[in-house]
């Protein structure tokens, strides 16, 4: 079992940016995917982007692609998630997530550990 610990959220106006990390330990993190979803209040928590346990690939949902960024850096088991352009409507609950494959997962049911979460809140 993996433990994720996210960091880097906060509060950020409308264009602003904001840089998650997520810490990995206790499992094989170097040759795993991961990913990171949110949540909304209200909402379904929905994918957001994955990377490939290389970091070589990346995929990410159409609402952020153009504006987000996943990598990830395994000499420190880590995880990013740069977030540019940020509107009102990214606000909720970022969660990191461990990938059951080594490849992309882009589906909830592929990650098998995840965070606590940290919150995004993005005001107008």
């Known amino acids: 079992q993996a433990q994720l610990v996210e960091s880097g959220g906060g509060l950020v106006q409308a264009g602003g940016s904001l840089r998650l990390s997520c810490v990995a330990s206790g499992r094989t993190f170097n040759r795993d995917g991961m990913g990171w979803f949110r949540q909304a209040p209200g909402k379904e928590r929905e994918f957001v982007a994955a990377i490939n346990w290389r970091g070589e690939s990346t995929y990410y949902a159409e609402s952020v692609k153009g504006r987000f960024t996943i990598s990830r850096d395994n000499t420190k088991n880590t995880v990013y998630l740069q977030m540019n352009s940020l509107q009102p409507e990214d606000t909720a609950v970022y969660y990191c997530?461990?990938?059951?494959?080594?490849?992309?997962?882009?589906?909830?049911?592929?990650?098998?550990?995840w965070g606590q979460g940290t919150q995004v809140t993005v005001s107008s």
């Open positions: 997530a461990h990938a059951a494959i080594s490849g992309l997962a882009a589906t909830r049911s592929l990650y098998d550990d």
